[in-house]
C-alpha cells in the first residue's frame, strides 16, 4: 500500500494546512539547504522553507536537479504571496517499501488517492470574509503538541466566496495552487465554533 502524501482526517474538526506540489528544490546558498524556492514546470517561484524533518531526508535522498512531489505546510500574509514549508517527500518508489505499482504513473497514483499536483486541504475557522476581493482568510491552530511554536495560530489567506453567514464555522476546503495564488475549489461547513466566553 502506497502511504498518501496528505493523511485521512481522523477527527472532524481536524486544523491543517497541507499540500503537494511538484516542483525543482533549489537552495539559496548550497552550504545552507533549508532555504530556497521551488520552481513548478510553468517556471513559477516559491520562497520555500525545508523543515527539519525533512532536512535530513533531503540530504541522504534526493537529487536536487530532480523534479519531486514535496509535502507543504502553506504560509502567505497576502492573497499573492506564497511561502511554503516542506515537510516530506512523496515519492512512490525511491522512499516507499512498496514496488509493485512500478508501472504506474506517481500521478495516477495521486489521483486514486483523490489527490493531484497542487492539491492543499485547509481546515480551520472561517473568521474574515472579504466579498469585494473574492477572498476568506482561515484560522489555523497547530496541535496542541507542537510545544515549540511560539505562536500555535496562523491565518491562511484564499481566493475564494463563502457567505458571510458561515464566519466562525468550522470549514473544510479543497485548495489549488495556482503560482503564489490558493484558490478555492470547494468548500464544506463542518460547524459553528462555539467562543470561549460562552
Not at 3 to 14: A, D, S
Not at 31 to 47: P, S
Amino acid at each position: 500500500m502506497i502511504k498518501n502524501p496528505i493523511q485521512e482526517v481522523t477527527n472532524k474538526l481536524q486544523y491543517r494546512a497541507i499540500g503537494i506540489v511538484k516542483a525543482i528544490y533549489k537552495p539559496n546558498n548550497k552550504d545552507q539547504l533549508n532555504r530556497g524556492t521551488l520552481t513548478d514546470k510553468d517556471g513559477k517561484i516559491i520562497n520555500t522553507v525545508i523543515l527539519g524533518k525533512a532536512l535530513s531526508l533531503i540530504k541522504k535522498y534526493i537529487n536536487l536537479d530532480n523534479n519531486y512531489f514535496w509535502i507543504v505546510y502553506p504560509r502567505n500574509k497576502s492573497i499573492n504571496n506564497l511561502h511554503l514549508q516542506v515537510a516530506g517527500v512523496w515519492d512512490p518508489y525511491q522512499l516507499n517499501k512498496e514496488d509493485n505499482n512500478l508501472e504506474k504513473d506517481p500521478n495516477q497514483i495521486l489521483e486514486e488517492l483523490n489527490l493531484s499536483n497542487n492539491y492543499f486541504s485547509i481546515r480551520g475557522e472561517l473568521v474574515y470574509v472579504n466579498t469585494q476581493k473574492k477572498e476568506v482568510v482561515i484560522k489555523i491552530c497547530s496541535s496542541p503538541n507542537s510545544k515549540r511554536l511560539k505562536d500555535p495560530t496562523f491565518k491562511i489567506i484564499v481566493e475564494g466566496e463563502i457567505s458571510l453567514q458561515f464566519l466562525n464555522n468550522f470549514v473544510s476546503l479543497d485548495v489549488i495552487r495556482d503560482g503564489n495564488i490558493l484558490r478555492m475549489v470547494k468548500y464544506e461547513i463542518i460547524e459553528k465554533i462555539k467562543s470561549a466566553k460562552s
